[in-house]
Nanobody, 124 residues
Framework: QVLLVDVGGGLVQSGGSLRLSCAASGRAIVNYRMGWFRQAPGQEPEFVAAISASGGIIDYLESVKGRFSISRDNAKNTAYLQMNSLKPEDTAVYYC?????????????????WGQGTQVTVSS
């Protein structure tokens, strides 16, 4: 069992930055792909970014490329999402998630463990 706690959300003006952190406990995340998803009110969860267990393979939603950066520190059992140049359309609850590194998909269904979510609100 992996317990994920994601923090770092908040209210920021358009163009601002936030850094989300996802701290894991219960089991080391070294063998898990870590992902970030977001969900706006009334919408389905949307894939944002993912990083492989070793950190060597990274994938981003097209609309966040060049603005967001996913990383991980396996020694600290933590994953991160640095968000720069934020836009109002980035407003959502952001969730970190962990999936077995053997299966790759952007679908949230392959992720076994989820954080509780952290609200990101970007004002115009």
């Amino acid at each position: 069992q992996v317990l994920l706690v994601d923090v770092g959300g908040g209210l920021v003006q358009s163009g601002g930055s936030l850094r989300l952190s996802c701290a894991a406990s219960g089991r080391a995340i070294v063998n898990y792909r870590m992902g970030w998803f977001r969900q706006a009110p009334g919408q389905e969860p949307e894939f944002v970014a993912a990083i492989s267990a070793s950190g060597g393979i990274i994938d981003y939603l097209e609309s966040v490329k060049g603005r967001f950066s996913i990383s991980r520190d396996n020694a600290k059992n933590t994953a991160y999402l640095q968000m720069n140049s934020l836009k109002p359309e980035d407003t959502a609850v952001y969730y970190c998630a962990a999936a077995p590194n053997t299966v790759y998909s952007r679908s949230p269904t392959v992720y076994d463990y989820w954080g509780q979510g952290t609200q990101v609100t970007v004002s115009s």
